[in-house]
């Protein structure tokens, strides 16, 4: 069954949010123009992606003290495919910081010549299927759906917000040669958050100190983050999240799939990604 329309608009085999992005804008970025210092997050849903842009606005902003601490997220390092804020993307002053969710077949072409950087950002997919769950229970842009198992078959045929994961993840990572691009997982930033932002750091060229490092650690952990309105999306509250339903942070941990998932359901994910994916050398931690 296809997923309702009023929900997700599909357009070149991949599933959008309808109500804020047109097809004419998604074939536009294919020749976006792309500056040799732009960096890009780019994430499946639900796989660290504020973390990640968080991470690296607090690099590039030297902890939110020059005044960026009043800014949202999204506006630091804004979507996109989904301009909410209708910023002008082509004169924003250098460096320009980007989050998508676009597959590696729709990014800007430009990004193709290894121009710019990319940080891509995977989690292990079960503890994907279980935040995004809970995340469209709570969000009021993404259909309701009434139980997990009912979820995960339609995340297992890729017919969720953002695609199939096994696509999305197999993507970038079999093209990564054609970007220039950083691979990290969720659970390695995870384990060791100070290793994953010195790695960040080297990855852009960026130079912090050790009191500037102490303040990106520091701000990134989960309780910092957690409790912090702009981290949560709360001004979208109403728009994006329901009221007092949840906060956008859930639990921010390793392993959580197993709370949710039954030896049946976890049978049968391992059976559909053992199969899609054997052929990469790609590996999860599933469990900390
Ligand atoms: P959970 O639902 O498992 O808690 P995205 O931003 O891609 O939508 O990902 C959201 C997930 O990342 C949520 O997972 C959220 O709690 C987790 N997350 C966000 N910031 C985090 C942090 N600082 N530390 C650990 N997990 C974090």
Redesign the pocket.
Known sequence: MEPSEEFLLKHKGFYFLPDLVTPEYIDSLEDFEIRDCDVFVV?Y???????TQ?ILSLIYHEGHRDGTENMEIIDRVPWLEYNIHNMDYVHRPSPRLFTTHLPYYLAPRDLRNRRAKIIYVA?NPK?VV??YF??SSLSVKLETVPDFNSFLERFLAGKVLAGSWLDHVRGWSTHRDEFNILFLT?EE??KDLRGAVLKICKFLGKQLNEKELDTVVEM???D???SDPR?NYEFMEGNLLEKGKGH??????VG?WKNTMTVAQSERFDNVFKEKMKDLSLTFIWDI
Do not use: E, Y
């Open positions: 994430t849903p639900k796989s660290g992606t504020v973390w968080n989690r503890d279980v935040s809970h995340f969720f930033i995870k990134a952990a989960f910092k983050m957690k981290a956008f942070l859930r639990k921010g941990t959580d």
